[in-house]
């Protein structure tokens, strides 16, 4: 028996295909998503977030930007991000079967790539393999880079005010990894990445703008829904469709080709989230129910101290102006006008409606006429026309 079992194993070790050595031409990259954790500065929440990394086996160099998902738009982003830091484009890189960019496998290895993934290669014009199933190993150094940012850039956990700040940081920290030694070679990364990065394709005249579209029904309460998440637009699109433009950051949606709605994207789940400007028009007609909205709150403070100071027809008139100047683009200045009418002791519609056209509405004075020193007109009336009127003497 223990003959038979050790013949057994030295056959199935024979046919397995074992780790081949691979080469690595210059500038090509592998790329991946690695779980990290966060601390929101604002909060002290944790939450987990997903670091993006191209590495490249030539030099053992490798960029890395955070995102809060590890959907489409936060892949493509993080690409395009990662290619214009370094001034150009991997010719050839290597993903696992990541859904965002492989839509199936098929039975003769093929690969059908989803429409996103596809226009941004084409657009960018670099090659993509892709790993065989189950195989981490062929992609093995962003796997082993991934593993030291970890450990490294995000240890202690780090404290985020907003990705935006937080991948500017990755990148210095990045480009002062470069300076330490190859583990092989025994000379600085940024030595040998230089190599890597005189083999980068050209950048594209223009970056690939990274969103995709949709369309959706507003629901009779005016939320349109993503994924699980909720976005309140106007109630009187309720029942509408409207097209939703959504990046890795927000939202923004249109209706008959006009905006109306734009909102930070929410990874949580069953979210909602709205914006009171959307519902102050709707407010106009109903201003008894203002404190009852689940968006009071998002109000400025003084507008909430204002309108629960109001009531019946007061209320309205300081609804309509605070429609008035929402449906302006002015939602900055709702603070600056009742400051300047409370500086001035009043607190009555009319005064705040004129201290909000004082400060956003600049008073127009055109330009005086530049006047030549000669005359502008050589004009000789005939007033003997006039003259016959009159009484006088009229000549023909």
């Known amino acids: 028996m ?21 080469e690595h031409p210059k500038g090509w990259g592998q790329v991946d998503f690695g779980l990290a954790e966060g601390e929101w500065a604002a909060t002290g929440e944790r939450f987990p977030f997903y670091a993006l990394t191209i590495s490249f086996p030539g030099s053992n160099n490798g960029v890395t930007q955070a995102f809060p998902s590890q959907n489409q738009e936060c892949l493509l982003e993080g690409m395009k991000r990662i290619f214009e830091h370094i001034g150009g484009v991997p010719p050839r890189l290597r993903f696992d079967n990541m859904t965002t960019a492989v839509a199936q496998v098929l039975k003769d290895g093929e690969r059908v790539l989803t429409d996103g993934f596809t226009r941004f290669m084409l657009h960018y014009r670099f090659q993509a393999d892709f790993c065989n199933p189950a195989s981490g190993n062929e992609k093995g150094n962003v796997e082993n880079k991934v593993g030291y940012s970890r450990r490294n850039a995000f240890v202690p956990v780090p404290v985020i005010t907003s990705f935006e700040e937080f991948n500017e940081q990755l990148l210095e920290w990045c480009e002062k990894d470069a300076d330490r030694l190859h583990y092989k070679h025994k000379v600085p990364i940024r030595e040998l990445w230089e190599e890597d990065k005189a083999a980068l394709l050209e950048l594209p005249q223009y970056p690939f703008s990274v969103f995709r579209y949709t369309t959706l ?46 909102f930070p994207r929410s990874y949580k789940t069953n979210d909602e989230v709205y914006d009171w400007t959307q519902y102050v028009s709707t407010l106009c007609k109903k201003p008894g129910a203002i404190e009852h909205t689940r968006f009071f709150h998002q109000m400025p403070q003084r507008w909430q101290d204002y309108l629960a100071s109001t009531k019946g027809k007061e209320r309205k008139s300081a609804l309509q102006l605070l429609s008035e100047i929402v449906a302006d683009g002015n939602s900055e200045f709702c603070d600056d006008a009742l400051e300047m009418a409370a500086a001035n002791g009043r607190a009555d519609v009319d005064s705040l409606r004129q201290c909000y056209y004082m400060i956003a509405k600049k008073e127009y004075r055109p330009d005086p006429l530049k006047l030549s020193g000669a005359p502008l007109l050589n004009y000789n009336p005939n007033l003997s026309a006039y003259d016959g009127l009159m009484g006088g003497e009229a000549h023909g």
């Open 2 to 22: 223990k003959k038979y079992v050790r013949k057994k194993k030295y056959v199935m070790k024979t046919l397995s295909a074992g780790y081949l050595p691979l």
């Open 217 to 262: 029904t507003v629901s009779k309460t005016g939320f349109a829904t993503i994924e699980t998440n909720k976005y309140g637009l106007s109630p009187m699109l309720a029942g509408e469709k409207v097209q939703a433009k959504i990046f890795y950051d927000h939202v923004a949606f249109y209706h008959d080709h006009r905006p109306v709605g734009r």
